[in-house]
């Protein structure tokens, strides 16, 4: 099982969706800059085109997945009948296929954004013998669960809180997410415990708002690591540093060397 | 006297006379008023009328000096006509998309005007006069041998070759030579006639040995990882850990080829010092190469199962691929004979 704990007193780096800051979002051009930067671990999304058919990609909205070029949904649609559109897509073999061939040192952040897409997850890392390198989170409890019956040794983690109704990112929900996140913030340690047991984890994946020494100190006491998300401000990356979490998403990796000296 | 010529002389003279240069031109001599073309200053001594050149005869009709009709021209007209027509670049065809343009100049070849010109005023009418280009042979063929080197391919034999770690498969293709002597001999032509029509290079075409593969499949040992990837034609289908050779005895890098399979093989030992006090091992359980033996093209190398699961992942065997039981029995299954086999350092 991957080790997600911090080493040498410092936090794991991880690039999110590749290195997202540094080339387009969730193709083999952005983990590659991301191996290139130093990471420790590569963040993606896996999603099912919905005809089982496995692609690395956060939603179905076409303007996410073709970077802003189209708009329009990719559910429902072909690999082959995607990529016409955004040639870069990879699919979750190829993405998996850089780790073997280009990064055998790097472990591997999937984020199950569909829950059908458990099972053949389970069975290429089990081909490419990614299972020791992988790290799977999802804010879907259960998904998580049939994982680890799947495939046990996979490091789990449950990430929190989920964004259900989708004001995250949308113009004007700015304060109404900060003053959310503000609430959520003294409850975060007393939910930490059941997030977990609920989804059999051993990761609890945070929003870097919610990260709070208290927070890392209950995980912590669990057994379990704490690895949080998406840190873009050197301020937040020094702040949440100081909490003692053990693994920081971030856009751009190179804000680690700017703001930690690691 | 040719009839051309006797006018001219004829025209010269009225022209002297109508300027009443009689007096004056005894010093001067009649060259210099032939052939100047600028009104000189009247001679302080004369300042009546002013001398005016000769008009120097234009060439006969029909006449045509390396191609280019100069009838009716005057010789300068003539010179700067036959210049412009030979410094054209040639045209050289290389391919259906490329043509290079040669500028005759840069090839050493130099052509004589004057001389042509010269021939051209005193000929009759409809004569054809040539143009004497000289051209320096070995500055055209060291020019063509320096564009055929550019030009020249390889031919490529189909093939499976590795981009990085990924194998793929390469299409087979024809190589070409320029064909050098027969280009530079018609640079040569061209410019000797002062043609410029384009000329194409021709090749000859070289065929490749091995026209084309069928691509099943591939192995890739990644030797300092401990490694196997299994491809097949759709790309990575399985990776394996695996132990490759200690230090001193390394697993050799290279393209290679599976050339043998056995199922429970019996074990020889090699000649090699390491093996030199052993015996022969029959198939079992304590058998060193476990329950299958894939056989390289690298002497005494293979890809075997090993009873010494806790190897893998490490440098410690004498040569040979080291597999977990269970995983060589999974690739026994899915390779053949014949297919290629990499090992790369990485």
């Given at each position: 099982?991957?080790?997600?704990?911090?080493?040498?007193?410092?936090?794991?780096?991880?690039?999110?969706?590749?290195?997202?800051?540094?080339?387009?979002?969730?193709t083999l051009r952005a983990f590659r800059a991301a191996v290139?930067?130093?990471?420790?671990?590569?963040?993606?999304?896996?999603?099912?085109?919905?005809?089982?058919?496995?692609?690395?990609?956060?939603?179905?909205?076409?303007?996410?997945?073709?970077?802003?070029?189209?708009?329009?949904?990719?559910?429902?649609?072909?690999?082959?009948?995607?990529?016409?559109?955004?040639?870069?897509?990879?699919?979750?073999?190829?993405?998996?296929?850089?780790?073997?061939?280009?990064?055998?040192?790097?472990?591997?952040?999937?984020?199950?954004?569909?829950?059908?897409?458990?099972?053949?997850?389970?069975?290429?890392?089990?081909?490419?013998?990614?299972?020791?390198?992988?790290?799977?989170?999802?804010?879907?409890?259960?998904?998580?669960?049939?994982?680890?019956?799947?495939?046990?040794?996979?490091?789990?983690?449950?990430?929190?809180?989920?964004?259900?109704?989708?004001?995250?990112?949308?113009?004007?929900?700015?304060?109404?997410?900060?003053?959310?996140?503000?609430?959520?913030?003294?409850?975060?340690?007393?939910?930490?415990?059941?997030?977990?047991?609920?989804?059999?984890?051993?990761?609890?994946?945070?929003?870097?708002?919610?990260?709070?020494?208290?927070?890392?100190?209950?995980?912590?006491?669990?057994?379990?690591?704490?690895?949080?998300?998406?840190?873009?401000?050197?301020?937040?990356?020094?702040?949440?540093?100081?909490?003692?979490?053990?693994?920081?998403?971030?856009?751009?990796?190179?804000?680690?060397?700017?703001?930690?000296?690691? | 006297?040719?009839?051309?010529?006797?006018?001219?002389?004829?025209?010269?003279?009225?022209?002297?006379?109508?300027?009443?240069?009689?007096?004056?031109?005894?010093?001067?001599?009649?060259?210099?008023?032939?052939?100047?073309?600028?009104?000189?200053?009247?001679?302080?001594?004369?300042?009546?009328?002013?001398?005016?050149?000769?008009?120097?005869?234009?060439?006969?009709?029909?006449?045509?000096?390396?191609?280019?009709?100069?009838?009716?021209?005057?010789?300068?007209?003539?010179?700067?006509?036959?210049?412009?027509?030979?410094?054209?670049?040639?045209?050289?065809?290389?391919?259906?998309?490329?043509?290079?343009?040669?500028?005759?100049?840069?090839?050493?070849?130099?052509?004589?005007?004057?001389?042509?010109?010269?021939?051209?005023?005193?000929?009759?009418?409809?004569?054809?006069?040539?143009?004497?280009?000289?051209?320096?042979?070995?500055?055209?063929?060291?020019?063509?041998?320096?564009?055929?080197?550019?030009?020249?391919?390889?031919?490529?034999?189909?093939?499976?070759?590795?981009?990085?770690?990924?194998?793929?498969?390469?299409?087979?293709?024809?190589?070409?030579?320029?064909?050098?002597?027969?280009?530079?001999?018609?640079?040569?032509?061209?410019?000797?006639?002062?043609?410029?029509?384009?000329?194409?290079?021709?090749?000859?075409?070289?065929?490749?040995?091995?026209?084309?593969?069928?691509?099943?499949?591939?192995?890739?040992?990644?030797?300092?990882?401990?490694?196997?990837?299994?491809?097949?034609?759709?790309?990575?289908?399985?990776?394996?850990?695996?132990?490759?050779?200690?230090?001193?005895?390394?697993?050799?890098?290279?393209?290679?080829?599976?050339?043998?399979?056995?199922?429970?093989?019996?074990?020889?030992?090699?000649?090699?010092?390491?093996?030199?006090?052993?015996?022969?091992?029959?198939?079992?359980?304590?058998?060193?190469?476990?329950?299958?033996?894939?056989?390289?093209?690298?002497?005494?190398?293979?890809?075997?199962?090993?009873?010494?699961?806790?190897?893998?992942?490490?440098?410690?065997?004498?040569?040979?691929?080291?597999?977990?039981?269970?995983?060589?029995?999974?690739?026994?299954?899915?390779?053949?004979?014949?297919?290629?086999?990499?090992?790369v350092a990485r």
């Amino acid at each position: 099982m991957i080790s997600l704990e911090r080493r040498d007193g410092h936090p794991l780096r991880i690039g999110h969706r590749g290195a997202a800051a540094l080339a387009p979002e969730n193709t083999l051009r952005a983990f590659r800059a991301a191996v290139e930067a130093g990471v420790d671990l590569v963040e993606f999304d896996v999603l099912d085109l919905g005809g089982g058919e496995l692609v690395v990609a956060h939603s179905y909205d076409l303007r996410e997945v073709s970077h802003g070029a189209l708009t329009g949904t990719i559910l429902g649609r072909t690999l082959d009948g995607v990529r016409v559109d955004c040639p870069e897509l990879p699919s979750l073999d190829e993405a998996l296929a850089f780790f073997v061939e280009e990064a055998p040192g790097v472990g591997l952040h999937l984020d199950v954004k569909s829950a059908s897409a458990v099972p053949r997850i389970a069975s290429a890392l089990r081909a490419l013998d990614l299972v020791e390198r992988s790290l799977a989170t999802s804010f879907e409890h259960r998904a998580l669960r049939r994982l680890a019956e799947l495939e046990p040794g996979v490091r789990t983690g449950i990430s929190f809180p989920a964004d259900r109704a989708g004001v995250h990112g949308r113009h004007g929900t700015a304060r109404l997410v900060r003053g959310a996140l503000r609430a959520f913030r003294a409850v975060t340690p007393r939910l930490v415990p059941r997030l977990l047991a609920r989804a059999g984890a051993t990761a609890f994946v945070v929003h870097h708002a919610l990260a709070t020494p208290a927070t890392v100190r209950t995980a912590h006491a669990l057994g379990a690591a704490v690895v949080t998300w998406t840190v873009r401000d050197p301020r937040d990356l020094a702040r949440v540093d100081d909490a003692g979490v053990d693994a920081i998403v971030v856009d751009d990796p190179t804000i680690f060397v700017s703001t930690l000296q690691t | 006297m040719s009839w051309p010529a006797r006018a001219a002389l004829a025209f010269a003279l009225l022209a002297a006379a109508l300027a009443g240069l009689a007096v004056s031109l005894g010093a001067a001599s009649a060259s210099d008023s032939q052939t100047t073309t600028t009104t000189t200053e009247p001679p302080p001594t004369e300042p009546s009328i002013p001398p005016q050149p000769p008009v120097p005869a234009p060439i006969a009709f029909g006449v045509t000096v390396g191609g280019v009709q100069v009838g009716g021209m005057l010789p300068s007209e003539a010179t700067e006509a036959v210049r412009a027509v030979y410094t054209r670049p040639l045209p050289l065809v290389v391919s259906p998309t490329r043509t290079i343009r040669l500028a005759p100049g840069e090839l050493g070849a130099r052509a004589n005007v004057p001389k042509a010109i010269g021939r051209a005023r005193v000929a009759r009418p409809g004569r054809i006069v040539p143009l004497d280009v000289a051209v320096s042979t070995s500055r055209i063929r060291k020019y063509v041998d320096a564009l055929a080197r550019k030009l020249d391919r390889k031919a490529v034999d189909a093939k499976v070759l590795l981009r990085g770690v990924r194998p793929r498969a390469v299409e087979a293709r024809e190589g070409r030579l320029v064909k050098r002597l027969a280009g530079a001999r018609a640079i040569r032509y061209a410019l000797k006639r002062n043609a410029r029509a384009p000329i194409e290079l021709r090749y000859e075409l070289l065929k490749p040995k091995v026209e084309s593969v069928e691509y099943r499949g591939a192995v890739v040992i990644m030797r300092s990882s401990n490694r196997l990837l299994f491809y097949n034609r759709k790309g990575l289908v399985r990776s394996f850990g695996i132990a490759t050779g200690q230090s001193s005895y390394p697993t050799p890098l290279g393209d290679y080829e599976i050339v043998n399979m056995q199922r429970n093989p019996w074990w020889y030992p090699p000649p090699s010092d390491w093996a030199a006090d052993s015996d022969p091992v029959p198939p079992g359980p304590g058998n060193p190469l476990g329950t299958r033996w894939m056989g390289l093209s690298a002497p005494y190398v293979g890809i075997h199962g090993t009873p010494d699961a806790a190897s893998i992942g490490y440098s410690a065997s004498h040569g040979c691929i080291r597999m977990r039981i269970a995983d060589a029995e999974w690739l026994f299954r899915r390779v053949e004979i014949g297919m290629p086999v990499f090992i790369v350092a990485r």
